[in-house]
């Protein structure tokens, strides 16, 4: 059974900086790709970042240049270092992890960054 925990998030002031982690267990098939979601009450969940197994990223245009994701193969992790944060990055933070049966989903980590 694939399990993930997010790590990280928290109550930060505008301008400040969090480190959220994910952990995942159980996975015995490859790994095609890993990142972070986001979402809102009452909005769909939107990609923040994602690193696929050869290195390339993808982050949302809110957060380049303001976020990094990493990720460590042998340890089966990801992380997402979130600089500069913002009022408007607050929200609950997913992290996903995607292999050939899919994605598999982490519980969330609430991240409030306040003014």
């Known amino acids: 059974q694939v399990q993930l925990v997010e790590s990280g998030g928290g109550l930060v002031q505008a301008g400040g900086s969090l480190r959220l982690s994910c952990a995942a267990s159980?996975?015995?098939?490859?790994?095609?790709?890993r990142g972070w979601y986001r979402q809102l009450p009452g909005n769909q969940r939107e990609m923040v970042a994602y690193?696929?197994?050869?290195?390339?990223?993808n982050y949302a245009d809110s957060v380049k240049g303001r976020f990094t994701i990493s990720g460590d193969g042998a340890r089966n992790t990801v992380y997402l270092q979130m600089n500069t944060l913002k009022p408007e990055d607050t929200a609950v933070y997913y992290c996903?992890?995607?292999?050939?049966?899919?994605?598999?989903w982490g519980r969330g980590t609430q991240v409030t960054v306040s003014s």
């Open positions: 690193i696929t197994s050869g290195g390339n990223t």
């Open positions: 159980g996975i015995t098939v490859s790994i095609n790709g």
């Open positions: 996903v992890f995607t292999t050939g049966w899919g994605n598999s």
